[in-house]
């Protein structure tokens, strides 16, 4: 009797990422979760200015989050461009990392609590260094990157806290903008126009 073997296809592995992001908002959303979400965007809401910082794909998907809150018509500056200015008390800085162990992550997060700045950290390690400096944190059940065995997740490395990172950041930016009771006209006139 010969054995045979299918090839995963494209939309086989779309099946998978659908279905793990969906265990991960199921927690999200789970009521002692939900509520450190919601202190998360009364957090940003009150914020005079957000900055923004990731590393990787986590970074991209926080530019994402960037953008988004400033069409609502939030302060906000990515740390490391040239135009991102001083962090000062009560600002706040939203960063992710899996690990919450990231070096350069965590020295910019010890350089905002240092001077009275407010940390929101999305990771999987609530224990971690950066978990320990956050005013809130919010516990994404995720894969960390160099969890190769694949329990949590089967996609490589930290991709499911990634896209996590995202639709968490989206969440935020809808709740934010639903609270706010503009119109998508009334946030239309931020997007770029120097396209």
């Known amino acids: 009797?010969?054995?045979?073997?299918t090839t995963p296809t494209t939309a086989?592995?779309?099946?998978?990422?659908?279905?793990?992001?969906?265990?991960?908002?199921?927690a999200l959303r789970a009521a002692s979760a939900s509520v450190v979400l919601d202190?998360?965007?009364?957090?940003?809401?009150?914020a005079p200015r957000v900055f923004v910082l990731g590393a990787g794909r986590s970074g991209l998907a926080l530019k994402m989050t960037a953008m988004r809150l400033m069409h609502l018509g939030l302060d906000v500056h990515v740390v490391g461009e040239v135009t991102s200015p001083?962090?000062?008390q009560g600002d706040l800085l939203l960063v992710a990392s899996g690990s919450g162990t990231t070096g350069a992550i965590v020295r910019a997060?010890?350089?905002?609590?240092?001077?009275?700045?407010?940390i929101l950290a999305l990771t999987t390690a609530p224990e971690s260094p950066l978990g320990h400096l956050a005013a809130v944190t919010v516990v994404i059940p995720a894969a960390a990157k160099q969890d190769h065995a694949g329990q949590v997740s089967a996609q490589y490395s930290g991709g499911l806290f990634?896209?996590?990172?995202?639709?968490?950041?989206?969440?935020?930016?809808?709740?934010l903008w639903q609270r706010s009771?503009?119109?998508?006209?009334e946030?239309?006139?931020r997007h770029a126009n120097l396209e």
């Not at 009797?1 to 073997?5: D, I, R």
């Not at 202190?39 to 009150?46: I, Q, T």
């Not at 009771?181 to 006209?185: N, Q």
């Open 1 to 5: 009797m010969t054995e045979t073997t």
């Open 12 to 26: 086989d592995a779309l099946g998978l990422i659908f279905a793990e992001n969906g265990r991960v908002v199921d």
């Open 39 to 46: 202190d998360a965007a009364s957090l940003l809401a009150v």
């Open 86 to 88: 001083a962090i000062a």
């Open 109 to 118: 997060a010890e350089t905002a609590h240092g001077v009275g700045a407010n």
């Open 162 to 175: 990634e896209q996590s990172v995202l639709l968490v950041g989206d969440a935020l930016f809808h709740t």
């Open 181 to 185: 009771g503009a119109t998508a006209a």
């Open 187 to 189: 946030l239309w006139p």
